[in-house]
C-alpha cells in the first residue's frame, strides 16, 4: 500500500506502458486473445477469437450454453492479448477490464436458415458477448538487453 507520500514503484526497464489509443491500435491488429472470469469463486482462462468494435468494445462470440456465457453475463472480466517474438523477448500486452454483456445472435436466414431446418438437430445457439472497457492498460515488453527464458 502507498501513501500519499511514497512514490509509485519504479517502471523496470521491460516493461513501457502503453496509452489506451496504442492499446487499443494493438488490439484491433490481433485476433486471438484470452478472457479471465470466474466460475465458484475460481479464475478461469479461455483462449478466444476475437475482434475490437469501433467503440473499443471487445467482441466475443461462443455457444449459448457454454460455461463461458453462464459465468460473465453482467460479471466483470478481464481479457488480455499479446504478442511476444520468441527470439528476443520483445513484445506487447494488453489487458481490457470491463462488464460483459451477452446477446443471442440472429437466427440465420435465407438458404442457410432452411437448410439448418430441414434435418438434424438444431445447431448450438450462439451468442456474443460484448466487454465494455471500464480500464485498458498495457505495456511493450521493448528491453532487447532482457534475454528471453529458455529451458
Excluded: N
Excluded at 436466414?109 to 450462439?126: C, I, L, N
Aim: aromatic share 4%; glycine share 10%; proline share 11%.
Amino acid at each position: 500500500m502507498t501513501s500519499a507520500h511514497t512514490p509509485p514503484a519504479p517502471v523496470p526497464p521491460d516493461h513501457t506502458p502503453l496509452d489506451e489509443r496504442q492499446c487499443l491500435r494493438l488490439l484491433a491488429g490481433a485476433s486471438v486473445g484470452r478472457v479471465v472470469y470466474t466460475v465458484g469463486a475460481l479464475p478461469a482462462v479461455l483462449p478466444i477469437r476475437y475482434r475490437l468494435d469501433d467503440d473499443g468494445s471487445v467482441l466475443l462470440r461462443s455457444a449459448a450454453r457454454s460455461e463461458l456465457v453462464r459465468a460473465v453475463g453482467g460479471a466483470l472480466v478481464a481479457f488480455e492479448a499479446g504478442e511476444v517474438d520468441a527470439a528476443d523477448g520483445s513484445g506487447w500486452s494488453v489487458t481490457v477490464l470491463g462488464r460483459a454483456d451477452v446477446t443471442e445472435d440472429p437466427p440465420p436466414t435465407g438458404a442457410a436458415g432452411a437448410a439448418g431446418a430441414v434435418k438434424g438437430p438444431p445447431a448450438p445457439v450462439r451468442v456474443s458477448i460484448r466487454i465494455r472497457p471500464e480500464l485498458v492498460t498495457g505495456r511493450f515488453l521493448t528491453d532487447p538487453a532482457v534475454a528471453p527464458l529458455t529451458s
